[in-house]
T-cell receptor, first 116, second 115 residues
């Protein structure tokens, strides 16, 4: 069990550019979550996948954001036409997919995005 | 709507002193509750969780938390703090949705430990 990994760890981009982040969950975890954490705040839910299906998206996920999990393993989060307000830490978490919600999410180290 | 309140933004304690971090939640159903710790620039590490059963739960690194339904609280405690405990602590409640559970976090409590 190597834990959840995220790549890159840091990203600096100019406003208007597109960025893509990758998350590799713990092996055989079938649920994968994305959260966003701005400075001084707790993480906020963005979206989650059950295998390859995206089951819920937050209002925070504007149409400039898209997430995929094409084969039910790794996931990507793309932000198009980045804005300075997108600067944040993007956290990925995975969980085994137990019924009823009584399960633990394991977090990756995060990708810190700075939009200039 | 569900929410989590951590009333203390910053707390400073001396090494060896006891610690209590407060957490209050608002949720209509039986909550699943968590405490996570975050070191600077890092992701979140689970300290402990409450799903059901014994309301006093033990976690890693000597932490414990007590679920009090009547007070809608889930306070985190440690009898003797170590300098390495300095970090940010987040309380969270899980909202079961479509089979998964999305976490709602508090704004965190930054712990400083004085030597």
């Amino acid at each position: 069990d190597t834990g959840v990994s995220q790549d890159p760890r840091h990203k600096i981009t100019k406003r208007g550019q597109n960025v893509t982040f990758r998350c590799d969950p713990i092996s055989e975890h079938n649920r994968l979550y994305w959260y966003r954490q701005t400075l001084g705040q707790g993480p906020e839910f963005l979206t989650y996948f059950q295998n390859e299906a995206q089951l819920e998206k937050s209002r925070l996920l504007s149409d400039r954001f898209s997430a995929e999990r094409p084969k039910g393993s790794f996931s990507t989060l793309e932000i198009q036409r980045t804005e300075q307000g997108d600067s944040a830490m993007y956290l990925c978490a995975s969980s085994p997919g137990l019924a009823g919600g009584s399960e633990t999410q394991y977090f990756g180290p995060g990708t810190r995005l700075l939009v200039l | 709507a569900q929410s989590v309140t951590q009333p203390d933004i910053h707390i400073t304690v001396s090494e060896g002193a006891s610690l209590e971090l407060r957490c209050n939640y608002s949720y209509g159903a039986t909550p699943y509750l968590f405490w996570y710790v975050q070191s600077p620039g890092q992701g979140l590490q689970l300290l402990l969780k409450y799903f059901s059963g014994d309301t006093l739960v033990q976690g890693i690194k000597g932490f414990e938390a007590e679920f009090k339904r009547s007070q809608s609280s889930f306070n985190l405690r440690k009898p003797s703090v170590h300098w390495s405990d300095a970090a940010e602590y987040f309380c969270a409640v899980a909202i079961v949705t479509g089979g998964g559970n999305k976490l709602t976090f508090g704004t965190g409590t930054q712990l400083k430990v004085e030597l």
